[in-house]
């Protein structure tokens, strides 16, 4: 006897959620105050087209003013093991005084977010942010163009991706151009909590196309770009 495996139609409820965080990677954002000094700040309001990323950020924020103003940026990506170091950026700012929202919603100014977090800053090849050493994905990236979202008050921020740097253990064996999925694991938010990915469900039919097929003219426009002289961290 055969076993019906095709998913099963169900009625819908008509739901207002107050947010719409269904689950993304959650991102730790490197950028340059005014004075130089660091800034480490997580979100998850992010995704990938090519060697491009578009981020969601309050125009308020610390981190949206300074990529405003450097139009730099890295995007350090944590793995599943660093869910305490981006809780402890938690309800934390790098502005001063902190924004009315924010101060409301409970967060403090922290001048050292990476000492905060208990996380190295490397100096990055491309952009003036450092890298997060911890983290075993980190993209230098600059500012291409952004757009004001509904009343203004939320940026959406298209940056271009310049250097991509991992950890050796989630790199394809074999390749110089592949990321390992099964090795690689993101640290997810889902409605405000922290979460890590399960095992894969089944082959991806999709995953039969060659990843190099996908490839944009971003990453020969990478290449190009001579390393920055940055000091060391």
């Not at 730790?28 to 997580?42: F, Q, V, Y």
């Not at 990506?77 to 919603?105: M, N, Y």
């Amino acid at each position: 006897m055969s076993i019906d495996t095709r998913p099963v139609a169900r009625a819908h409820t008509s739901l207002e959620p107050n947010i719409l965080y269904f689950g993304t990677p959650v991102v730790l954002i490197s950028s340059c105050d005014e004075d130089g000094t660091p800034n480490l700040a997580p979100m998850s309001s992010a995704f990938w087209l090519g060697w491009r990323a578009v981020l969601g950020l309050g125009v308020r924020s610390k981190t949206a003013q300074n990529l405003l103003r450097t139009r730099e940026c890295v995007l350090n990506l944590p793995s599943d093991a660093l869910a305490g170091a981006v809780d402890r950026l938690a309800l934390t700012t790098g502005a001063d005084p902190v924004p009315e929202r924010k101060h409301e919603r409970g967060y403090r100014f922290v001048r050292d977010k990476f000492g905060r977090a208990g996380l190295t800053a490397v100096a990055s090849e491309t952009v003036a942010p450092p890298r997060v050493a911890e983290c075993p994905v980190a993209m230098e990236s600059v500012l291409e163009r952004h757009h004001p979202v509904d009343d203004g008050g939320v940026v959406a921020f298209e940056v271009r991706v310049q250097r991509v740097w991992v950890h050796e253990e989630i790199r394809m064996a074999g390749t110089d151009d592949r990321i390992d999925p099964d090795a690689w694991r993101p640290l997810i938010m889902s409605f405000q909590q922290l979460y890590g990915l399960g095992p894969r469900v089944r082959p991806s039919t999709l995953a039969t196309i060659p990843e190099r097929l996908y490839r944009s003219d971003d990453v020969d426009r990478a290449r190009a770009i001579s390393t920055r002289g940055s000091q060391v961290l």
